[in-house]
């Protein structure tokens, strides 16, 4: 892990442009997970860890329960009652956590527009980006943008 917070900040600072930003985004949320993945103390089970480094490589994109256990090579309704009881969420609860924690950072930083950031952390919709950051952060984007400007 401190390879990573030494790596990685120093090639973000001289990304010039989206797409750029975008596939380091990708390889470092690869290599945190494998990292994670490998690291791990978790008490949590084989199917468990492989549907949260699943969703971690994927979490730009659209998840679905579905997917992640055809990914996964188990049932959907099996993983789904065995990620709630372990992780203590569902999947889509855990997904969205992970979403609004990845664009944390790109509101911070306040070089892309929220509409941006929501399509960068995989919603397709800005709208439905703001109710799920509100549900989990229990402010909107714009809140959360002026509360680190302060």
Do not use: C
């Not at 790596?7 to 985004?25: Q, T, V």
């Not at 103390?41 to 468990?48: D, H, I, L, M, W």
């Amino acid at each position: 892990m401190d390879s990573l917070s030494e790596k990685f900040p120093f090639i973000i600072e001289r990304i010039k442009d989206l797409p750029s930003l975008y596939e380091i985004s990708r390889v470092l949320l690869t290599e945190y997970s494998e990292s994670v993945w490998h690291y791990s103390n978790s008490e949590y089970s084989a199917v468990v860890k492989k549907a949260i480094h699943y969703i971690l490589l994927h979490i730009d994109d659209p998840l679905t329960l579905e997917e992640i256990a055809r990914n996964t090579y188990v049932n959907p309704a099996h993983l789904s009652r065995k990620f709630k009881s372990e992780t203590r969420m569902t999947l889509t609860q855990f997904i969205h956590f992970k979403k609004i924690e990845e664009a944390k950072p790109y509101l911070e930083k306040g070089n892309l527009t929220i509409t941006e950031i929501a399509l960068l952390v995989g919603f397709n919709d800005p709208n439905y980006f703001g109710k799920v950051f509100k549900k989990v952060t229990g402010m909107t984007p714009s809140q959360f943008i002026a509360n680190t400007r302060k």
